[in-house]
């Protein structure tokens, strides 16, 4: 018995939650990033699901290796703002900015 | 065997490439020119010509060719539809579909090459990356408009992530460039986390679309969903993949409830990048949604009278949605813009209150498309465009005065901006004209930029009365407007400078780059130059619904 | 070929792992249950036969963009073992809006009646079994289709080809690298009398 | 035109010949009938297995480095424990590290610390599931074999990580971080330099690019091309360096840092890391005879065809078994010199600073790399422009591959004669 593309899809929504709900409630930068890259393997889990399942065949395994460079990258980035960030105050809380108010 | 099939299937292959692609490239020339001034830009820092030739001559240089190819497009474009002005030109499909290349390409190109030119004037004036970091500021811009351009001619869910995320990777780093300062780190830092979300939601919304319909192309989501029959949990997976689609392109349009990033990133960033974000970011994601959302609306060849189950549900209320957005993003945006006290804040929330018009005229178009009136769709997407090259010059202007005003008295505060009127006068008269033109004044070109974008969301209040309850709002909030945008007036022009303050003595060159760019505001508002740029507009528009 | 075990090992593992993320208070524990949940998908992957995608999620993801995330936390971390406090009510009410969300699209998302939806896809041929899958990625980036996939797509679908992604992922990540290690730099050079007074 | 590639892929993906693991799995479905349990027992044979092939050689190379570290200092070398040449050295240093308290300090993670020996030595262990050990002695056999190898032996660094970084000691802190940076680093020209011959060779799959090397010396792709010679030595340097290995030690330099990441941990679990790091140091030098220097085969000529003759389908299995004996003992005694390469080059060369190290990687490492890359791929071009063949020594590699081809494709392809063009 092959399994359900549903079930595929429930891990595919708990890691997008997951992700979701890390970014809510973290304060430190670092973890909020970790809830993007959740969200974003939430995503890739559909897409690579759907390429087995669904006439959209090869083309999600294509789009999810692309979302994989393309988060390392925007990873790479957040990393170096959140250094940068660290350096400047000392601290990587997001909520202990409070220079831009208003 | 093995030699009699593998050999043809090269040439095949080969084949198949060669026969497209020359096209292709020759088409999308002006994004591989940018490409090729990026890696200049590298290649002159790592042999160290960039001491002789600053990045910002070979940044400028890349750009201008690029604006010459992609002008040359736009004419053989325009010279085609004087012969058959009827007949469907210019859209053609790059790299196997997943480009567009139609009027609107060209028109959002031409843009985003003509803002990157000033931009990149304004920073050579203003000096904000110094020689030293010029490479790598260029490089950031540069990176950011080849995403931008991939966005406005985004023809597959693929590319519509790929090219935000090259869009905005770039401006996170952008708006952080002044990284020895608290404030520039704390808004990157901000602007990169709640960007990141935003795309993940997006990317997961584009995911639920392209599994439901099966396909990833832009331009097949109206068939498909036609196909599908729209009701129950398929109907709520639609709605769940466009809303998180949705949430992505409004948090780039700084949309209330995704706006907060909007005023700390553009405070925290250097007026220049503030200017960059507001302008080039809002009109590349404009026209996204423009591409994405009339898809939305379903199929434009099927007759209304035929009706498909679920679309209506799916269209009208994504219709109204957008409006309600846009109608609360623009009240929103003044009602805060009132107690700002930092101009970059204030103009930062002026910035969402007019995302919050242009998008009224993308919630009519999708109205009107589906109630298959594809004119008034046409007329809805060209105000967009027209109102979108006003909000170029009027807030790019505005912008550009508050860079160089603080070049000279190293405050960006609207209270240290009183009496500047008798110092630099120009410079304040030129602030004067895009401020008035921001909030819609006649003879300036916002007013008849407001009007273009109105007028069509008026007419589509036939279709559903909801329209007219937002040109209402629009309209209030126009008069509103006034008050925040007077106060920084009457602090220049009226109130005396204090003793004690710096002086500012802007350079000619300063003066006269100004003066160019608040020139075409006046122009617009009350010149031939109107009806050129409409019909440009209209040109744009038209392949959009064939 | 049963299957069954292994996805639901896999799966339990990156669910279970998603979750910890967010109830760990430990930053670095959070680290690690993302490795888990995030190493677990490459092996729901290879489960669903993309193989390609399973090893390129362990050699980028895992193996490249955590290790990176790791350094971030150890270079912040101001000390050891940093404990990320959060009050009751706040874990209360994040659990609450969590499983709201997550029974929205359990229920939207699962609802649709998928096999009836994928049909078409019924005549698959052997080639989709296999898992083989780099050499049809490879194909598929040139814009020529894998041979399970042709007729299962209308009018040019299945034909697209991704050499422009590939090409222009490149550029990005040229930027992205120069936009990376400009913050993470000093300055280079002295200013010497230059303009640059901002830092 | 598809059916032309249909044809194309199904040939490579049906060139591998019958693989262990489909092997004894269909053996065990004959003798159990039951295809689950078949596979579940395929499965166990095969961790048994290749864990053996883990352990065995890891056992054998610290004796090794025993052995040859006391020559190069003039020494004996462990000579009292028992055995020839005191080769029971290394199973009662097992034995000793078994007896040991398995202490924690109390300052380190109690879930982390103790994990972290096990993600180490289980990402190394995975990696032997997609090694070749002779002509189809595979546990996994996949297109893409090579690259997930490398992927599965990436993973290692996590674990020396979370070493370092729940022990709760600075030490143990900084050999993680410099160990983590190096690792990382030295990823990028290693797998630049293992695209080299993959683009040469045509494939990813390990056994495929294996049996490509078949016939004589000229054959192997190390001799396939100047570039493919350079980068094999550009590959050894990186494979050293992210095995940790002196020269580049860094993490674990005792002299500067006690013992890095390792200094918290004792007793079974210290060994853990041990085991593990000769076991990568095999697995990397059997990816280098895989790639460059022949894999099982010989490269004697005359030989190579003849042991390959004995593979064939015609033969009898115990004759096609002994031909793979004998492949598995070419290639171990080929990795196994390269391990003593490494070994011999450890108690040779003084230790890198980690600057140095760190800056040979970055400044030298990736440019050759990309340089050789960017030659391997236009020389065959410049060399069938002007001589008309694609290799200077050694018959063309589409050569090589067509025979094997056309045998599989006869077999296999009959029932889709009809879709051919």
Redesign the interface.
Known sequence: METPLAYYLFVGAVLFVSGIVCMATKRNGIAVLMGVELVLNGANVNFVAFAHYTPLGLDGQIVSLFVIVLAAAEAAVALAIALNFYNNHQTIDVDRGDKLRG | MLANTSIPVFEQLFNELTKTLPGDVFAFLPELVLCGTVIALLLGRLLGTDRWIPGHWTALVGTLIAFGFSFNAALGGIELSSVEATAEISRSELFSGLLINDGMTIFFRLFLLLFLVLVIALTVLSGIPDNEDGPDFYTLLLGATIGMMLMVSANHLLILFLAVEMASVPSYVLVGFLKGRRASSEAALKYVVYGAGAAGVMLYGTSLVAGLLGTAEIDQIAGKLSELTLTGATLRTILLGVMMILVGLAFKLSLVPFHFWCPDAFEGAPAEVGGFLSVASKGAAFALLIRVAGQLAGPAAVPPEIPVPGLEGLAISLAIGLGLVGAASSTFGNLAAYSQTNIKRLLAYSTIAHAGYMLLGVSAMILARHAGDTDLARDCVSGVLFYLTVYLFMNLGAFAIVALVRNQIYSEEIADYKGLAKQAPLLCVAMAVCLFSLVGLPPLGGFVAKFFVLAPVWKAGDIHPAMWLLVGVALLNTVFSLFYYLRILVAMFIDDRPTGQPVAKPDSVDKLYVALVSIPILLLGASPLIGKLSQAAEDAARDLFL | MSNQPLFWIFALLTCGGAVGVVISQNIVRMAFSLIVSLGSTAGLFFLLEADFVGATQLLVYVGGTLVLLIFGVMLTASGPFQQIRVSPGETFLGAAVGLLLLSVIAFTVIDVEWDTLNAARTEASPGAESGNTARAIGLRLVGIPADHEIGVHEGRGGRTGYLLPFEIVSIHLLVVLVGAAYLARAKRRVADGSTGGEN | ?????????????TMIPSLAEATIRSFLDGAIGN??WA?LLAAVVHVALVAGFFGVPAGIFIWAERKISARIQDRLGPTRVGGRFGWLQAPADGLKLLQKEDLAPK?A?Q??FP?APYIVVVSSLAAFMFLPFSDGWIAVS???GL??M???M??E??GV??AG??S?SKWA?FGA?RE?AQM?SY?IPMAICVVIPVVAAGS?NLNEIGALQGGWLGNWLIFHDPFTFATFFVYFVCATASCKRAPFDLAEAESELVAGFLTEYSGFRWSFFFLAEYASMFAVCGIATLLFLGGWHTGIPGLDESVQGLRGSSASWPLSWLANVLGFGVFFVKSSLLVCVQIWVRWTLPRLRIDQVMMTCLKYLVPISCTLFLGAVIWPLVLSATTGKTTLLGEPLGERA?PA??IQ?DTT?TGREGD??
């Open positions: 035109m598809e059916t032309g590639w249909q044809a194309a892929g199904d040939l490579e993906t295809a689950g596979s300052a993670d879930i982390l994990m996949l297109d893409i690259y997930l490398l992927a599965v990436s993973l660094v996590i990580i979370l970084y729940s709760g802190l971080m983590a990382v990823e990813l067509a081809l056309e494709a392809m051919l063009p």
